[in-house]
């Protein structure tokens, strides 16, 4: 997929693409060969413009596709902006709340559950607790009126 960065298309080969194409080919309107075709008009428009003017992002090659004359290359430069590079974040989550979510307090409620996982996940946020017990007191203001 990083054949169709802008800054490193002009030095690569279609083949590298091949990959690609085997399992992303059915989002694409038309075949490998007017891919093929599209690309190398791609690397003919990259391969005019100075090294330093040609984007060197995936989201920045993707803002300089005119999706117009470069169709199936913008549908691949929009899955390849859209994939997640690791699993470690969502793999994270689950196992705080794997750990959260034990027997013992299976019975919580959802919105309890999922503020103990984001505190959870998101150990370096630090809060004062003293404003959270004065907001909630304000809120929840359950004192008698003796008159």
């Not at 196992?95 to 027997?103: D, E, G, N």
Request: glycine share 2%.
């Amino acid at each position: 997929m990083s054949a169709l960065i802008a800054s490193q298309c002009v030095s690569m080969d279609f083949a590298e693409l091949s990959d690609c194409l085997h399992v992303y080919g059915a989002f694409l309107d038309d075949g490998a060969i007017a891919c093929q075709a599209e690309f190398e008009r791609w690397q003919r428009k990259w391969r005019a413009v100075t090294q330093e003017e040609r984007p060197a992002t995936v989201v920045g090659s993707l803002a300089a596709c005119d999706s117009a004359i470069y169709p199936n290359i913008a549908v691949l430069l929009r899955i390849f902006a859209t994939l997640p590079v690791t699993t470690a974040t969502a793999e994270r989550s689950f196992s705080s709340l794997r750990l959260l979510k034990t027997y013992l307090r299976s019975t919580m409620k959802e919105e309890r559950l999922n503020g103990l996982a984001l505190m959870t996940i998101h150990k370096d946020i630090h809060f004062k607790y003293d404003d959270v017990i004065d907001q909630y007191a304000m809120q929840h203001n359950r004192r008698l009126q003796f008159e």
